[in-house]
Each structure stands twice: as structure tokens, then as C-alpha cells.
């Protein structure tokens, strides 16, 4: 009997520990009752009624990602490609997904590829490659009100790859390699053109120096000049003072001597004697020199006899 109560009661604590329920950070379970939903319960502890409840559902509440394969697409100008697509989605209502459609996972990525093609049917191939950013917000903002009735949120959408057909691939290479080969050659064309730019500017720039260098040369061989011709004027001019000062002494002697007039006379003859001694052709002699003159020459007659 008393292994029958031990059963018993171990049976009513295991009973007991099942129905107690603890919910993890960023997980929410639904709660059913009878087959029903009765409620959701948020993070903590939880208890729950033998038999009658059971966790129906668990559900993560952190964002989730789910990358599904390539979907076959045709743009608008019959162009047939594959795209495969990352869709970053989180709950935010456990009893709507729990009841809102039978597999959310399958259900969001049926909706990503019919969503996909209708914005890609409306766009060219070149579209298509260049409006990565325009597709990604369109398909953000469809598939985030298509899935609001499941209690699902859609936070961002990408595409992932972009596959065009092979024969696409080999033209798009070949434009590019065309394109790169344009640009290579108008670098090459604007690289020669500033080097001949800079050999012009340089040739000017020598041809100013050498014309600035010549102009400044001349500007000292004048300046040269101009001091040669300032010191010879300045020697002839001591010269001439020299002379002339020598002309004052001799001038200031015979004054402070007191020559008479006869002296002063016969200095003035000597005189007229160098200038007869030079180049001149005709003397003219004062009459007051000529009367010195004669005195001077009977005088000489005197002494000879």
C-alpha cells in the first residue's frame, strides 16, 4: 500500500513539474485550452492546467533571416534571369502567426518570388542591374503589408545575386571591356595633352626668363656705362679743380710778391710765349704786351754790346 501512495504521489509531482512553464527571453508560447486558443504567454513563469492546456506553439521573437534560392524572372524586355533574394522578417504577434497561415516560412517566400516578378516584369535588363536599391523597398513595402495579417513584420529585403542568362554575361563583359578600354584610351589622350601642355608652358616660361635675363644684363652694362662716363666726368672735373687751384696759388703768390707792372708784363708775354709753342696759326698781342716787348728787346741788344 505504501508503494502504491509513493507511485501516486510521484505521479502527481511529475504531473505537477509538466504543467509548470518557463518561458525564455525573446520567445512567446501560445496557450490552448481545449483546442482553443486561450493564451500568450510572455517571458517568466507560467502554469498551466493538466490535460485540459497545452503549449500550442513556440515562437522566437528575434529577428530571423531566411535566404531563398534563385527565382526564375523575365523583365519587360523579354530577358530571362534568376535572382535569389534575403528576406529579413520578425514576429510581432505569436497568435497571429501561430493562426495566421499554415507555414509562414513557405508562405513568405511564395509571396518574395510572385512579388519579384511582377516588379521586375516592369523594368528592362539595364533597369534591372542598376535599381538594385528601388527593388529592395518596393518588395520591402509589398511583402510587409501582405504579411501584417500573420503577424509578421518585414524589416528589409535584399537581392542577393542577380544571375543574367550566359549569352547576357558574354555581352555585358565585352561592353565592359570596350568601356575600359575607352577610358584607358582618353586617360592615355588627356595624360599626352597636359605633357605637351606643361612642355609649352615650360618653353615659355624659359623663353620669359632669357628674355627678363638679357633685359636685366642690358640694365647693367648701362648702369656700367652711366658709372664709367660719372667717374671720367668726375676726374675731368678734379682735373680741371686741380688746374685751377693750382692757377689760384700761383695767382695768390704774385700777389702777396707785389709784382709791379713790368713783372706782371713780362709773365703775361711768357705766356703767349707757350701758346705760340702750340698749334695755333695767329697771335694777336695785346699793345701793352707789344710795348714790353720791345723794352725787353733793347735790353737784350744792351747786354750784347
Not at 708784363?265 to 698749334?279: M, R, V
Request: with cysteine; hydrophobic share 50%; proline share 4%.
Amino acid at each position: 500500500m505504501e508503494v502504491i501512495i509513493i507511485i501516486v504521489v510521484l505521479l502527481l509531482l511529475v504531473l505537477f513539474a509538466s504543467c509548470i512553464k518557463i518561458v525564455p527571453q525573446a520567445q512567446a508560447f501560445v496557450l490552448e485550452r481545449l483546442g482553443g486558443y486561450a493564451a500568450t504567454w510572455d517571458v517568466g513563469i507560467h502554469m498551466k492546467l493538466p490535460i485540459i492546456d497545452k503549449v500550442a506553439k513556440k515562437v522566437v521573437l528575434k529577428e530571423q533571416v531566411v535566404d531563398f534560392a534563385p527565382q526564375p524572372v523575365i523583365t519587360k524586355d523579354n530577358v530571362t534571369m534568376r535572382i535569389d533574394t534575403v528576406v529579413f522578417f520578425q514576429i510581432t504577434d505569436p497568435k497571429l502567426f501561430a493562426y495566421g497561415v499554415e507555414n509562414p516560412i513557405m508562405a513568405i517566400e511564395n509571396l518574395t518570388a510572385t512579388t519579384l516578378r511582377n516588379i521586375i516584369g516592369d523594368l528592362e535588363l539595364d533597369e534591372t542591374l542598376t535599381s538594385r536599391e528601388v527593388i529592395n523597398t518596393k518588395m520591402r513595402s509589398a511583402l510587409d503589408v501582405a504579411t501584417d495579417p500573420w503577424g509578421i513584420k518585414v524589416n528589409r529585403v535584399e537581392l542577393k545575386n542577380i544571375i543574367p542568362p550566359a549569352a547576357i554575361q558574354d555581352a555585358m563583359e565585352k561592353q565592359m571591356k570596350a568601356e575600359r578600354e575607352r577610358r584607358e584610351a582618353i586617360l592615355i589622350a588627356e595624360g599626352e595633352k597636359k605633357s605637351t601642355i606643361l612642355v609649352a608652358e615650360g618653353k615659355k616660361e624659359s623663353a620669359i626668363l632669357e628674355a627678363e635675363a638679357e633685359k636685366e644684363a642690358a640694365i647693367l652694362r648701362a648702369e656700367a656705362k652711366k658709372e664709367a662716363m660719372i667717374r671720367e666726368a668726375e676726374g675731368q672735373a678734379e682735373a680741371i679743380r686741380a688746374v685751377q687751384q693750382a692757377n689760384a696759388e700761383g695767382i695768390r703768390y704774385l700777389n702777396e710778391a707785389n709784382p709791379n707792372a713790368a713783372v706782371l708784363q713780362l709773365k703775361s708775354l711768357e705766356a703767349f710765349a707757350k701758346a705760340a709753342d702750340g698749334q695755333a696759326t695767329k697771335i694777336i698781342i695785346p699793345s701793352e704786351i707789344q710795348g714790353v716787348a720791345g723794352l725787353a728787346k733793347s735790353v737784350m741788344e744792351v747786354a750784347g754790346k
